[in-house]
């Protein structure tokens, strides 16, 4: 046993790391993650010491974010860490019920695919493009600080900022990213953001902002008045690179002002103002005592009726008109390479990076078999299969699996391809994927 209770290995910039970190914030504040220290968990900075002489060495992956379980048990993978807790603390879940919440249930977990595989492109593009030498406004000596700070901990700012910047040209060539990408900039390409397609993909980043924005003049969080898992996830790159990155944070504080609010709200710091989940506002009444009452929208619940509010749908609508034909696409591409020469099953397959995984550079670039046509505002290119994203959509059937799918019909038929979501057993039959840790591994179709 850990007497430490919950511990989170992190740092502050990464999408995945403040999905669980706001997440974890929420379950310790409701008292719901069993017995530890009195915040619930400990979060940890995961430097690059621990990475790699204790995280590697106990879970087998460098990936952030990492949980340690009191039990000792490690679990990798933001999904799966959610999944590991709300199993185990299932008191305040932020994934509505099947029996009785079908729709929010379903909704969740499609705003969170959004958010965590196609929301990053974007997102990344703001926090690398504005890092480039000849770029202006710019924001590379901050990046380089809050990246030599995890690198470099126990040095000086100084120290700290150099190491960034060092990282910086080593790892990602920065200041030849145009002739020779690599880290991110090569990943971008590979994500299928290019001189081509990054006005569209910023274009998608304006759709949903704007869509969020106005969804939230009625209610705090996507499903209400209580935060869901699609608050968390759409949190991770909207806080990370959209709200903390300077010239992404300048554009959104002062276009998108209710987004940066629920940001705060939703991150659960610096948001007295914001107001967060369980804190009350005071009025004093006639004898000049304080008061207490709810200071969420919609009584502070979710809303009633298994109610998907209309304001949402220009959200769910990014998904299904430019996300789902990428995955369909994806879904064939993996299934055609799984039954050729090039693969024998149960072998590994790609992991989830940001760039081709080392190893399957030639199949997951340029016109290789795990690359697949896509189009984006109109803009048709080409992008990386993710075996990830296929593993994500089984475990979206297996959430949904059971549920009357007379009630979710009507609602899915309000969106182009949205009752394809009924039928997603059996189009991912034949490219089963086997997650174990951070590696995946094509799987047995009848294995679940």
Not at 18 to 41: C, E, H
Not at 66 to 76: A, C, M, N, S
Not at 296 to 325: A, Q
């Amino acid at each position: 046993m850990n007497k430490h209770g919950y511990r989170l290995f992190s740092v502050e910039h990464s999408i995945f790391s403040a999905k669980v970190r706001a997440y974890l914030r929420f379950k310790a504040s409701q008292n719901d993650l069993g017995t530890g220290t009195p915040a619930g968990f400990e979060d940890i900075l995961a430097t690059p010491n621990l990475i790699n002489e204790l995280l590697v060495v106990r879970s087998g992956s460098p990936s952030l974010p990492q949980l340690q379980t009191p039990e000792g048990h490690w679990v990798q993978d933001s999904s799966a860490i959610v999944d590991h807790l709300e199993a185990a603390n299932p008191k305040t879940s932020i994934i509505p019920p099947l029996s009785t919440r079908p729709k929010q249930r379903l909704a969740s977990y499609l705003i969170e695919l959004l958010a965590d595989e196609w929301m990053i492109v974007p997102a990344c593009w703001e926090r690398w493009h504005y890092s480039r030498a000849d770029i202006q406004p710019n924001h590379r000596h901050f990046n380089e600080q809050q990246w030599g700070a995890f690198l470099k901990p126990d040095g000086n700012g100084l120290e700290r900022r150099a190491a960034g910047a060092r990282f910086f040209e080593r790892a990602f060539g920065i200041d030849d990213t145009e002739r020779s990408p690599k880290g991110p900039y090569k990943g971008l390409i590979e994500l299928g953001c290019n001189s081509k397609t990054q006005d569209a993909w910023q274009q998608t980043q304006r759709k949903m902002l704007q869509a969020l924005e106005t969804h939230l003049e009625q209610h705090d969080y996507i499903l209400g008045g209580r935060p869901s898992l699609a608050d968390f996830s759409l949190l991770g790159p909207i806080y990370v690179h959209f709200f903390r990155d300077p010239v992404a944070g300048f554009q959104l504080r002062t276009t998108y002002p209710l987004v940066s609010e629920w940001v705060e709200r939703t991150n659960a710091e610096n948001c007295t103002n914001a107001r967060h989940f369980g804190q009350k506002l005071y009025k004093v009444d006639a004898q000049g005592e304080l008061i207490g009452y709810e200071s969420m929208s919609d009584k502070g619940t979710w809303l009633d009726n298994d109610t998907v509010p209309d304001s949402v749908n220009p959200i769910l609508e990014i998904f299904f008109e430019e996300m789902w034909p990428y995955l369909r696409e994806s879904i064939e591409a993996l299934q055609s390479f799984v039954n050729s020469d090039l693969h024998m099953f149960g072998d590994e397959l790609p992991r989830k990076t940001f760039t081709a995984t080392p190893g399957f550079e030639d199949l997951q670039c340029n016109e290789g078999p795990l690359t697949v046509p896509f189009d984006i505002g109109g803009v048709r290119s080409r992008r990386m299969v993710v075996p990830y994203q296929m593993w994500m959509l089984q475990r979206l059937e297996a959430a949904m699996r059971g549920c009357d799918t007379a009630t979710l019909t009507h609602w899915l038929s309000a969106f182009r391809h949205g009752e394809d979501m009924l039928t997603l057993h059996a189009l991912l039959n034949d490219c089963r994927v086997k997650k174990q840790g951070g590696l995946l591994y094509s799987s047995d179709p009848n294995s679940d």
